[in-house]
């Protein structure tokens, strides 16, 4: 009962904090929500019995994405459009109805299928963390090797692409930017 | 015996065609001899290859095979049968004439030259392919080429927007050259979807192992997949081979390319299609065929007719050769419905007697249009007084595609129609002969407002006869024509061979 | 606690990341929206992993690292669109268009 | 290989080896001089062969046929080729090669002002015939007949269009192409029916009775386009366009006569039907009365003798038609001689004076006596005068054709018999007595010996004729015996009457035209036939052509083009669904996930 309870709490935090991030004007305080909603899920990790990926949310997701979110807007523009456009308007209910519309599916789907909650045949053990580390440094090993790889390029890639070349593009506008 | 004679015909022209690729730009005679040499070695091989096919044993011959894709059962796997001799005659005669008359090219001559030589190698892979997959493959390779050499080498001329679709006329130039190679393309490519979707099918139900045509055509498809591929096979082939109503790439497309280019297309390509049908088409698909041959003999008899009627009031002199191909190729079609040795084996060889008859007039308008700049009939006149070989090869090629006796138009017309008179086709023979008798009247329209009359008025002060090379491409196709029609027996009793073994499977009645 | 409470909240969060896809204009929280439907998805794997077994948790620690390099190249592009276009708003970003 | 068929066959390639020889060195034939005599040479050898093979013949050699396969299928031999050498070959081999050497002697003299390069084109041309011409005669089936056939069509087109230059020779060519080759069809189909029931090509075969009317009338199509058998006789005429000698060999000699040749070849077929006999003699009446009328009003002598040639033609087909193969094929061998004749001698004369009209000539006869000689001799040939040789051949034809069909076709003939010395009386009075009628004509002088020999040559055989009659008899097998019925004593009385009476017209006025005849040449002068045809050509083929030209270009292909267009244009119209905002692209996105979300849901 009491895991119901703080499951119902944990997703409340997770929901409303979603719905200020992708409402909020001021970008800062949308990530500030977002960030709100990972440790909820952090938080809702842990209940499932996933610790270690609780902990690796936290120390990933809040404290280095997060921090790169602030620094990205900080570089950038922190409010989106001054003047509204004729489609400002129409967007949000577009989206709402949507977004409501694929909620709908899925949870009429979710709802429908029978068996869902039942108990598993037998009962599972819970995962360790040798387990998991197992698991990553020896059957997946190759995935986990390419998946660093990955992240290489990535961060290789992010310089790149973000590295300031000539002062020229940024100090003239260019004929881009319409 | 394997002598890699066939791998050697069939690469010799794109080899050629690697090395002028590295030749530089301005070596002018290096890029054409070059080219003539790779030509002449698929002429002598093919020329050898037909002289020692062995017509007893009958059959695929010299057969190679090079898996490429084992596990889905593609081979490169060439093998020249009773068919695959003439034609790559044909295909050689062809090309060397056309390298021939190419030899005043002077816009961007290297990779002129490089496109019509891939473009032969892919005809001839055509012809000796046995694996399915790989005919297709050649076939496009033989197909794609023609849009760049149309495109860049072609000449344009104004036709005006009239009838109900003029709203057409303001999205396309219609009759640019461009336009000319679009259309081509987008058709034949049409023709090649629904060749492919075919394909398919067969080698699915065939049990999905191998493409070689020998083992497509012993499975035995069902009925209703038989009648519903063989349209495809039939319209997508038969794009190619001008059949009513999706010929009609073909007028304007050779009436924009160049000299050699049309030479290849109507002499060579058009054959392609034809075969497709027959080789492809028939063979594979008895009862399909057996099910729409009433359909393809009409039709066929229709494209003889229509086109000698359409060819009869055109001004521009290259229309109306065009037309008169889409007439004659009308009678390849003909033949093939007959479902007979004597009907197949006229298809065949009208395939080649068309071919060359065809490169002729092509090579004949070139000289002309080079000479004259114009094609418009009504400019011309008397040309026979400054230049009488072009005007005696004219007639040689009109009097051919008449169908008259000593030529080899007449051995396949003749054939032809004796096949389908005999068969019970009455009305087919009658529309082919009045097809032929039209044919007459045009061509010897055309032959005596151009040649004909008092000398050429002051307008053409640029007119003089054939020269060098362009003399050797005349002769040779001239000859050829000649020969052909006085025994004809030196290509159609190997054609006959490759007819009893193709037809075997549809007329059961006929095997050797 | 269920699986189908777990696929639900799930379910929701996508919704929203959704809703946020569609809505906001600034590139920056057009990402945070990704983010949340990224969040979303691992807690389905973690969930089924809690209540069925498998090597869910592995797949969601597997994404949570595919996630983070895509925030990186993402606001790498956010800055590099800023820079050419002194702005972040994606809909005037119409290169796209023949 | 025995000895007919070494003969024919020499006969057959000698004039082909010149054709070749002239044809691939350009060098020996421009230089003129060098092709003509190749061609005589070849023509020599050609003849003598004839003559052994004909003395052979005659001496109850036997026949003799050898043949390759030429077209095979399967296991048929669809069609062979090959020479066949017996009565009727030789005696045609002959007819054919003599004419063309007197001929192509004769060219010598009168082609002598060409240029040397057009000089060796007439003589190629003439060799080529030659050899097509043999092809034809010496055919051992009607296949090969037919390719000689078309061949011979070819010759006479380039050899009608010899002096290209000329709009009206050019026309001259094509229409002579176009109407036989109309007439072939018939020919072709003939051939396919004969095919189709025999599976061969043979003219010996047994049809059904059906079949073979059927047979015979398609063959007799192609007869009527090329022995100029109303109502397709209109290309004759105009062929006179081509140099005299051409019109001598091609188209009065030799040419024209492969019509009655193949029915005399196809005799055994054309046996098998009443009908088709009727027909041909109906035709052959009338085509001989029709064309007699129409040269009583020609003023150009080649004119006159164009239509001649129809009207004797005519006799000949009638003659066939009645069922006397010996009449109708000795007719055609005596009318090649004296019509060679008539045509070479007016061709002297038109050398002589430079044109063509009878009203340019006058008096020649005195100035040039060979050819007046000559001319007189062919008339009085041609008219039947007893004792020539047209006197015995028309004699068979009258004979053979008195009882048929209520003796209307042979009033008919009889009635042509008179025209026809009427017409001839008139051009040589016109012509070549009387007075000169202008500067040129007074001056006229003969020509060489090259021109006078053949005319001596034929001139002999004109009037001797006659005396081939029974060996030809003998050589085909048929009984004759000269018997003066009333027939021949009718007709000579005829040809004497008409040889009068055009005496007492043109004798007096050269230019007098009697009212009978103003009506004639009216009708001549409507050329209502060939304005049929005219309209035929231009009103419904070539309209039907345009019509379909345009058909092809704006519906046909319009259509074509039309769904390109209709392409692009919806390419057009989807293309602001690309906006380029990624935005619109995410909605698109996520509308698909819904869409599958909820075809998920729906299974």
Request: hydrophobic letters at 55%.
């Amino acid at each position: 009962m009491s895991a119901t309870l703080g499951f119902g709490v944990v997703a409340a935090c997770a929901l409303l904090s979603a719905v200020f991030v992708v409402r909020a004007v001021d970008l800062i305080r949308a990530v500030l929500w977002l960030g709100i909603t990972l440790v909820a899920t952090a938080a809702l990790y842990a209940m499932l019995g996933a610790s270690f990926l609780a902990g690796v949310q936290l120390l990933l997701y809040v404290g280095g994405v997060m921090t790169l979110m602030v620094f990205g807007v900080m570089i950038t523009r922190r409010h989106e459009g001054i003047a509204p456009t004729a489609t400002d308007t129409v967007r949000p209910v577009r989206g709402a109805v949507v977004a409501a519309a694929l909620f709908g599916l899925v949870a009429a789907a979710i709802v429908n299928t029978e068996g869902l909650d039942e108990a598993p045949a037998r009962a599972l053990a819970p995962l360790t963390l040798a387990d998991l580390g197992r698991s990553i440094l020896v059957e997946h090993l190759l995935a986990f090797e390419a998946l660093s790889l990955l992240l290489l390029a990535a961060i290789i890639g992010a310089v790149v692409i973000a590295r300031r070349r000539d002062p020229g593009p940024l100090d003239e506008p260019t004929e881009a930017s319409r | 015996m394997n002598d890699h004679l066939l791998s050697l015909i069939v690469a010799a022209p794109a080899l050629a065609a690697l090395v002028v690729m590295f030749l530089p730009d301005g070596a002018r005679q290096a890029i054409r001899w070059v080219s003539l040499l790779g030509a002449s070695v698929s002429l002598l091989g093919s020329i050898y290859a037909l002289a020692t096919y062995d017509s007893a044993r009958a059959g695929l011959q010299r057969v190679e095979d090079y898996p490429i894709v084992p596990s889905m059962g593609v081979h490169l796997r060439l093998a020249q049968d009773g068919w695959g001799g003439p034609l790559l005659l044909l295909t050689g005669v062809i090309i060397f004439a056309g390298v021939l008359a190419s030899w005043t090219v002077s816009k961007r001559d290297k990779e002129y030259f490089v496109l019509l030589l891939v473009l032969v190698s892919g005809v001839l892979g055509v012809f000796v392919s046995q694996d399915l997959l790989i005919f297709f493959l050649f076939y496009e390779v033989a197909v794609l080429p023609m849009y760049l050499l149309i495109g860049i080498w072609g000449a344009s001329h104004a036709v005006p927007a009239k009838g109900p679709f003029q709203a057409a006329w303001k999205a396309f130039a219609v009759g640019d050259k461009q336009y000319a190679a679009m259309k081509l393309t987008l058709m034949l490519l049409v023709g090649s979807a629904a060749i492919m979707a075919a394909i398919f099918v067969l080698y699915l139900q065939a049990g999905a192992t191998s493409f070689d045509l020998a083992h497509l055509a012993a499975t035995s498809y069902d009925r209703d997949t038989q009648i519903i591929v063989f349209p495809l096979i039939w319209l997508g082939f038969g794009t190619l081979a001008g059949v009513f109503p999706f010929h009609t790439w073909s007028p304007d497309g050779h009436a924009s390319a160049p000299t050699a280019v049309s030479m290849l297309h109507a002499g060579v390509l058009m054959k392609l299609g034809a075969f497709g049908v027959m080789r492809v088409g028939m063979v594979l698909l008895p009862e399909g065929t057996h099910f729409w041959v009433p359909v393809v003999g009409a039709v066929a008899a229709v494209n003889i007719l229509y086109g000698a009627l359409c060819a009869m009031s055109q001004t521009d002199l290259k229309y109306i050769v065009a037309y008169s191909s889409v007439s004659h190729m009308g009678v390849v079609m003909l033949g093939a419905a007959t479902l007979t040795p004597a009907g197949w084996d006229g298809a065949v060889f009208q395939m080649v007697a068309h071919g060359i008859m065809t490169g002729l007039f092509f090579a004949l308008v070139g000289i002309v249009y080079e000479r004259a700049h114009t094609r418009a009939i009504a400019k011309m006149g008397g040309f026979a007084t400054v230049m009488p070989g072009v005007a005696v090869f004219f007639t040689l090629a009109c009097l051919s595609s008449l169908g008259l006796p000593g030529t080899a138009g007449f051995v396949s017309e003749f054939v032809v129609f004796l096949a389908a008179w005999r068969s019970g086709h009455l009305i087919w023979t009658i529309a082919g002969v009045l097809g032929a008798f039209i044919t007459a009247i045009y061509v010897l329209r055309a032959t005596r407002a151009i040649f004909w009359g008092p000398g050429p008025s002051d307008d053409f002060h640029e007119l003089s006869d054939a020269r060098r090379t362009e003399w050797g491409a005349l002769i040779i196709l001239g000859t050829s024509l000649v020969a052909l029609g006085v025994w004809p027996r030196l290509l159609l009793d190997p054609i006959d061979v490759g007819t009893l073994t193709h037809l075997a499977r549809l007329v059961p009645g006929v095997v050797r | 606690m269920t699986l189908s409470h777990c696929l639900l909240l799930a379910t929701a969060l996508f919704s929203i990341g959704v809703y946020g896809l569609l809505t906001r204009r600034h590139a920056i929280a057009v990402l945070l929206s990704v983010e949340l439907m990224a969040n979303a998805a691992n807690i389905c794997f973690v969930a089924f992993s809690r209540f069925r077994g498998g090597s869910g948790q592995l797949f969601a620690l597997f994404a949570l690292a595919l996630t983070v390099a895509e925030v990186a190249v993402g606001l790498a592009l956010v800055i590099l669109l800023y820079r050419s276009h002194r702005d972040t708003r994606i809909d005037l970003a119409s290169e796209m268009k023949l | 290989m025995t000895r007919p068929i070494v003969l024919a066959l020499v006969g057959l390639f000698a004039p082909a080896a010149a054709a070749l020889l002239l044809a691939v060195a350009p060098a020996l034939r421009r230089r003129g001089t060098p092709a003509a005599a190749l061609t005589i040479l070849g023509s020599v050898a050609s003849f003598g062969a004839a003559l052994l093979l004909l003395a052979d013949r005659l001496h109850g050699g036997p026949a003799a046929l050898a043949t390759v396969p030429w077209l095979r299928s399967g296991d048929s031999v669809i069609a062979e080729i090959g020479v066949c050498a017996d009565g009727v070959s030789a005696s045609m081999l002959v007819v054919v090669t003599l004419v063309a050497l007197c001929v192509q002697v004769f060219s010598l003299g009168y082609m002598h002002d060409e240029q040397p390069p057009s000089f060796g084109r007439y003589f190629t041309y003439h060799a080529l015939f030659l050899f097509s011409m043999n092809v034809l005669v010496l055919a051992p089936n009607l296949l090969q007949l037919f390719g000689g056939w078309e061949l011979v069509g070819v010759t006479s087109y380039l050899l009608i269009g010899f002096y290209f230059r000329k709009p009206s020779a050019a026309r001259a060519a094509v229409k002579a192409f176009w109407v036989t080759k109309f007439a072939d069809m018939g020919l072709l189909f003939g051939l396919f029916v004969l095919f189709a029931a025999t599976g061969s090509f043979r003219w010996d075969a047994h049809l059904a009775p059906a079949v073979a009317t059927a047979v015979t009338l398609l063959f007799f199509l192609a007869v009527v386009g090329k022995s100029a058998q109303f109502p397709l006789h209109v290309w004759l005429p105009d062929a006179m366009e081509g140099p005299t000698p051409v019109s001598a060999l091609l188209h009065a000699a030799t040419m024209v006569a492969a019509g009655v040749f193949l029915i005399v070849r196809a005799n055994p077929l054309f046996e098998q039907s009443e009908t088709t006999r009727n027909v041909m003699l109906i035709v052959g009446a009338g085509t001989a009365l029709f064309a007699a009328c129409l040269a009583l009003v020609q003023s150009d002598i080649k004119k006159v003798l164009a239509y001649s040639t129809c009207s004797q033609l005519g006799y000949m087909v009638a003659a066939l038609g009645a069922g006397s193969m010996m009449g109708g094929f000795f007719h055609l061998t005596t009318h090649a001689f004296f019509k060679a004749l008539l045509f070479l001698a007016a061709g002297s004369a038109i050398h002589a004076v430079h044109s063509n009209e009878i009203d340019d000539m006058g008096g020649l006869a005195k100035r040039m006596p060979w050819t007046g000689a000559a001319f007189v001799i062919g008339a009085l040939a041609l008219a039947g005068i007893p004792g020539f040789s047209g006197f015995f051949s028309k004699d068979l034809v009258l004979e053979a054709v008195e009882h048929r069909l209520g003796h209307v076709p042979w009033i008919a003939l009889l009635g042509t018999a008179f025209l026809t010395a009427f017409y001839m009386g008139r051009v040589v009075v016109v012509a070549f007595f009387g007075a000169p009628s202008g500067e040129k004509a007074a001056h006229a002088h003969e020509a060489g010996w090259s021109m006078r020999g053949p005319l001596v040559v034929l001139a002999a055989l004109s009037l001797l004729g006659g005396a081939f009659t029974a060996p030809f008899a003998r050589l085909h097998g048929e009984p004759y015996a000269l018997h003066l019925g009333v027939g021949p004593v009718l007709a000579a009385a005829l040809a004497l009457g008409g040889f009068a009476l055009a005496y007492r017209v043109y004798g007096a006025d050269r230019r007098a035209a009697p009212a009978v005849l103003e009506g004639l040449s009216k009708v001549a002068r409507s050329r209502a036939v060939n304005r049929f045809y005219e309209f035929g050509f231009h009103r419904v083929a070539l309209v039907v052509s345009s019509g379909l030209a345009w058909t092809d270009r704006y519906l046909v292909d319009g259509l074509i083009n039309m769904i390109g267009y209709e392409t692009l244009e919806g390419g057009r119209r989807a293309r602001p669904l690309q906006t380029g905002l990624a935005p619109d692209y995410v909605l698109a996105v996520v509308l698909g996930v819904v869409g599958l979300a909820a075809w998920a849901v729906a299974q």
